[in-house]
């Protein structure tokens, strides 16, 4: 990282640098992709993968990665960004420093969440073949239409949300799906099974339900090398919210982190941070803090039967500030809320609990 040389003390716009120094980098495999230190960096020699950092709005996430796969002339990119004036140069910016041609280039979406896929637009524009994985694609014909707002807050709703803020969080975060068809970007789907290619190398497309429904991971057995996605982070557990009422997202997640831990995965290339360790252990890890979770929610049950979801929130043990609810940033709110039914949604479905609706419309949960 080279941002030491640009925060000089006092520093003005005189002292930042002039544009062609842009790309000086931090290493022999490294480059700058402007003066806010963003920077393109080579992760992998085989395959060849080089890692773009693009800025995260919203969450406390810090940034969010673009990956670029280089061979034989061709570049896979997987996954691409969030919208942003500084990120789509910075995008742009990457795949010129790396000799990129576009027509030679194929985008991969790991899912439609935006900040994974903010960028499509302006690549597919550029003359990249956009491809998503057909689970992907019902995710946006699900997920991102007005319709699954109005669910998503009935739903909220019917947890017993105040009516007020069922709607205050179904809005904060309906719109971070994004829809390609609505949006008029072009692209090609691929099946689950499918392989992509990227010159000598050939991933295949792998189903990782959980996060969403229908993301998708690529996956090299040649060089033991995967994209994951949000399938599984180093930096955080990664979100879990609600599908429909009958649907058990969280019990889909434990499937995939342990058939991912079964995978023999070496390199693994997350939406955001790095690999840190064995992803084996990691995937296991990840599940078994899950299953605590959800223990602690059926032990909440039984020592309180006949509460509804949004009265249980407050006892899945999550690090927040609870006696500070209204002042907490609505999206905050909404990854606790949807988080916690994900765990209530698993204990019915296994059996564990079940779920009452009351004449008031509001399901209060038991123990089985
Ligand atoms: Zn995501
Ligand atoms: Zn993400």
């Not at 996060?211 to 990664?238: I, M, Y």
């Amino acid at each position: 990282m080279t941002s030491e040389k640009y925060d000089a003390p006092g520093a003005g716009a005189e002292s930042l640098p002039a544009a062609d120094e842009w790309g000086g980098g931090c290493g022999p495999n490294c480059f700058t992709l402007d003066g806010d230190g963003f920077t393109c960096a080579r992760v992998l020699d085989e395959p060849e993968v080089w890692r773009v950092e693009l800025l995260m709005h919203d969450t406390f996430l810090p940034s969010v990665n673009a990956f670029v796969v280089l061979d034989g002339g061709e570049a896979l990119v997987v996954d691409a960004g969030t919208p942003d004036p500084m990120n789509d140069t910075r995008l742009m910016r990457a795949l010129l420093g790396l000799g990129v041609d576009p027509a030679r280039t194929t985008l991969f979406c790991t899912h439609a969440h935006i900040d994974h896929v903010g960028l499509a637009r302006e690549l597919a524009e550029a003359g990249a073949r956009v491809l998503v994985p057909e689970g992907v694609l019902a995710d946006m014909r699900r997920f991102a239409v007005e319709a699954w707002r109005d669910e998503m807050a009935a739903r909220l709703a019917a947890e017993g949300a105040p009516a007020a803020e069922a709607a205050e969080l179904a809005d904060v975060i309906w719109d971070h799906v994004v829809n390609f068809e609505r949006e008029r970007v072009a692209f090609e789907t691929v099946a689950a099974g499918s392989p992509v290619g990227c010159g000598r190398w050939s991933f295949e497309v792998v189903p990782a339900p959980g996060h969403t429904q229908g993301q998708c991971v690529l996956w090299e057995p040649r060089s033991r090398t995967a994209f994951l996605g949000d399938a599984v982070l180093f930096l955080c557990s990664t979100c879990i919210g609600f599908w429909g009422e009958g649907e058990d997202p969280l019990g889909a997640q434990l499937k995939t982190l342990r058939r991912l831990a079964g995978m023999g995965i070496e390199h693994a290339f997350m939406g955001h941070g790095l690999q840190e360790g064995d992803v084996s252990e990691r995937c296991l890890a990840n599940a078994a803090h899950h299953e605590r979770r959800s223990a602690r929610a059926l032990a909440a049950i039984e020592a309180e039967p006949g509460r509804t979801g949004f009265e249980l929130v407050g006892e899945l043990g999550w690090r927040a500030p609870f006696d500070h609810w209204a002042q907490t940033p609505a999206l905050t709110r909404w990854f606790l809320v949807s988080e916690s039914v994900a765990h209530l949604d698993h204990l019915v479905a296994t059996g564990a609990a079940r779920r009452e609706r009351g004449a008031d419309g509001v399901s209060r949960y038991f123990p089985s």
